[in-house]
């Protein structure tokens, strides 16, 4: 049986490589395998293998982020990528393609294997960060390249890279999930804010934020209660300390996929949610999210999101930044300050028009659904001629 590898570059990256993976099982009866180089964790629908590794910047080390690459160092990033290169080098013959999902470092990385390579790009696009000439030299060489929007396609086939736009797969990833929704717990609360702090370390505190902003804005509404996303990897449990060292009233309510309650007063706010994210969209008002791919995912579900510049957002505004510029006016972010923040979320529920507008700038931005599927039949079909 051919074997296909997926080597991935980040936590939004393996739930893309993920859901290509499922597509492909349901084409053809390939073994597929997945290299994580960034983070750790189950893939569902893949074998994980090789090193892997948590860093404290949760892979966010791009556009010349000295102060995480100086941590992420500090915590063995050097000793883990030579680990995994080493690891890579000594799977040469048993592939018949490799697939890098995230950027080129993830590519070049997927070539040691000496295997076929197809590119899936998640991050540049010419909206926010084109790819530059040398990431056009290195994709040249690639069995396929398949990048998230057309214009992306046109600039990169021009420089002479055959680069297909066959689909956002970020649009997929929940898709699937809206049949999941647990209707009971969150219905009583209307309207439904649905809270994203993210996969990474500083989700803990970035929570406890946005909890904050949903408890003044509940002050002036009282049917309002959120969601908050409790993201595979992260501990329910410290979310729930966390809180409680932040004026809530914590019950752990022992459900596995509804961990825990928090209260102010006598009023029941916020619920957490441990299951698949995309099943909370459905009834969102509004998402406030901190998050990457999760994010991006309630834009294409038509959901108006607001960020926030919180904590290290003040040193790492260019994520935001970028994100800005891929969502366009389906995000608009909001002050770091809590009061201007309430104010600001309260401004938007107040304005159906704007919330309308931005659902449908994101749901465009975004794309249609059905990328993953057109490009795992490519995939597919690329390790079925090795």
Not at 71 to 99: E, K, M, N, S
Not at 192 to 211: H, I, K, M, Q, T
């Given at each position: 049986?051919?074997?296909?590898?997926?080597?991935?570059?980040?936590?939004?990256?393996?739930?893309?490589?993920?859901?290509?993976?499922?597509?492909?099982?349901?084409?053809?009866?390939?073994?597929?395998?997945?290299?994580?180089?960034?983070?750790?964790?189950?893939?569902?629908?893949?074998?994980?293998?090789?090193?892997q590794r948590s860093m404290p910047s949760g892979g966010l080390i791009a556009m010349g982020n000295a102060r995480n690459?100086?941590?992420?160092?500090?915590?063995?990033?050097?000793?883990?990528?030579?680990?995994?290169?080493?690891?890579?080098?000594?799977?040469?013959?048993?592939?018949?393609?490799?697939?890098?999902?995230?950027?080129?470092?993830?590519?070049?990385?997927?070539?040691?294997?000496?295997?076929?390579?197809?590119?899936?790009?998640?991050?540049?696009?010419?909206?926010?960060?084109?790819?530059?000439?040398?990431?056009?030299?290195?994709?040249?060489?690639?069995?396929?390249?398949?990048?998230?929007?057309?214009?992306?396609?046109?600039?990169?086939?021009?420089?002479g890279v055959a680069a297909e736009s066959l689909g956002n797969a970020i649009v997929d990833l929940f898709a699937r999930?809206?049949?999941?929704?647990?209707?009971?717990?969150?219905?009583?609360?209307?309207?439904?804010?649905?809270?994203?702090?993210?996969?990474?370390?500083?989700?803990?505190?970035?929570?406890?934020?946005?909890?904050?902003v949903v408890r003044d804005v509940a002050r002036r509404r009282p049917g309002l209660g959120a969601a908050i996303s409790?993201?595979?990897?992260?501990?329910?449990?410290?979310?729930?300390?966390?809180?409680?060292?932040?004026?809530?009233?914590?019950?752990?309510?022992?459900?596995?996929?509804?961990?825990?309650?928090?209260?102010?007063?006598?009023?029941?706010?916020?619920?957490?949610?441990?299951?698949?994210?995309?099943?909370?969209?459905?009834?969102?008002?509004?998402?406030?999210?901190?998050?990457?791919?999760?994010?991006?995912?309630?834009?294409?579900?038509?959901?108006?999101?607001?960020?926030?510049?919180?904590?290290?957002?003040?040193?790492?505004?260019?994520?935001?930044?970028?994100?800005?510029?891929?969502?366009?006016?389906?995000?608009?972010?909001?002050?770091?300050?809590?009061?201007?923040?309430?104010?600001?979320?309260?401004?938007?529920?107040?304005?159906?028009?704007?919330?309308?507008?931005?659902?449908?700038?994101?749901?465009?931005?975004?794309?249609?659904?059905?990328?993953?599927?057109?490009?795992?039949?490519?995939?597919?079909?690329?390790?079925?001629?090795?």
């Amino acid at each position: 049986m051919k074997r296909i590898l997926f080597v991935s570059n980040g936590h939004g990256e393996r739930a893309i490589a993920d859901r290509i993976a499922a597509e492909v099982r349901d084409i053809s009866d390939f073994e597929i395998d997945h290299l994580a180089l960034v983070g750790e964790g189950r893939s569902p629908n893949m074998r994980d293998v090789g090193p892997q590794r948590s860093m404290p910047s949760g892979g966010l080390i791009a556009m010349g982020n000295a102060r995480n690459i100086a941590r992420d160092l500090r915590a063995g990033l050097a000793a883990l990528t030579i680990a995994q290169h080493r690891f890579l080098r000594g799977l040469r013959g048993r592939y018949a393609l490799t697939v890098a999902v995230g950027d080129v470092f993830a590519f070049v990385m997927a070539r040691t294997c000496k295997a076929p390579v197809a590119f899936v790009g998640t991050a540049k696009s010419v909206r926010v960060a084109p790819y530059g000439p040398m990431e056009e030299r290195l994709l040249r060489s690639a069995r396929g390249v398949f990048v998230r929007d057309g214009e992306t396609a046109e600039r990169l086939r021009a420089d002479g890279v055959a680069a297909e736009s066959l689909g956002n797969a970020i649009v997929d990833l929940f898709a699937r999930e809206a049949e999941l929704a647990p209707d009971a717990a969150f219905a009583p609360f209307d309207p439904l804010l649905v809270l994203l702090p993210g996969s990474r370390a500083n989700a803990y505190a970035d929570a406890r934020f946005l909890a904050g902003v949903v408890r003044d804005v509940a002050r002036r509404r009282p049917g309002l209660g959120a969601a908050i996303s409790i993201a595979p990897g992260l501990d329910a449990g410290r979310f729930a300390a966390e809180f409680s060292g932040d004026g809530w009233s914590v019950a752990l309510d022992g459900d596995a996929l509804l961990p825990f309650t928090l209260r102010d007063g006598e009023r029941t706010l916020v619920r957490a949610w441990s299951g698949p994210v995309g099943a909370l969209f459905g009834r969102a008002k509004l998402v406030l999210g901190q998050a990457g791919t999760a994010n991006e995912a309630a834009a294409a579900a038509g959901v108006p999101i607001v960020a926030f510049r919180i904590g290290d957002e003040r040193k790492d505004g260019w994520y935001r930044r970028r994100q800005q510029s891929l969502l366009g006016d389906g995000l608009t972010v909001l002050p770091g300050n809590a009061a201007e923040a309430a104010a600001g979320v309260a401004a938007l529920l107040d304005d159906e028009t704007r919330r309308t507008r931005m659902g449908a700038v994101g749901r465009e931005r975004m794309g249609p659904p059905g990328g993953s599927r057109a490009i795992a039949e490519r995939v597919a079909a690329l390790a079925g001629e090795a």
